[in-house]
Nanobody, 127 residues
Framework: QVQLVESGGGLVQAGGSLRLSCAAS????????MGWFRQAPGKEREFVAA????????YYTDSVKGRFTISRDNAKNTVYLQMNSVKPEDTAVYYC????????????????????WGQGTQVTVSS
């Protein structure tokens, strides 16, 4: 398993930007597909974005397409989530997740599809 630590959360005004980072332990980071999930108060955890081990394939939930960008730097064992044009409804705890295997299928959007999780970082968007 890989250990994950998120950072970069905070308070941002609507329309602003924020970049989340997730640092992973281990020497085989590129062999993991990575994802971001979020959980708003009183709601279930939901898929946000995912990226293949090579970084070539990226996938997004419809509500963030065109605003969020997932990327990774395998030399730094880090995956990022660039959040632009944020909205109050983006307020949530954001979690980084890893799935063993470098490939990613767009159908893998459930919590059970990922085996390792970070502790989460809070993002609050004020209106």
């Amino acid at each position: 398993q890989v250990q994950l630590v998120e950072s970069g959360g905070g308070l941002v005004q609507a329309g602003g930007s924020l970049r989340l980072s997730c640092a992973a332990s281990g020497r085989t980071f590129s062999s993991y597909a990575m994802g971001w999930f979020r959980q708003a108060p009183g709601k279930e955890r939901e898929f946000v974005a995912a990226i293949s081990g090579s970084g070539v394939g990226a996938y997004y939930t419809d509500s963030v397409k065109g605003r969020f960008t997932i990327s990774r730097d395998n030399a730094k064992n880090t995956v990022y989530l660039q959040m632009n044009s944020v909205k109050p409804e983006d307020t949530a705890v954001y979690y980084c997740a890893a799935r063993s295997g470098p490939y990613y299928s767009a159908s893998w959007t459930g919590e059970a599809d990922f085996g390792s999780w970070g502790q989460g970082t809070q993002v609050t968007v004020s209106s």
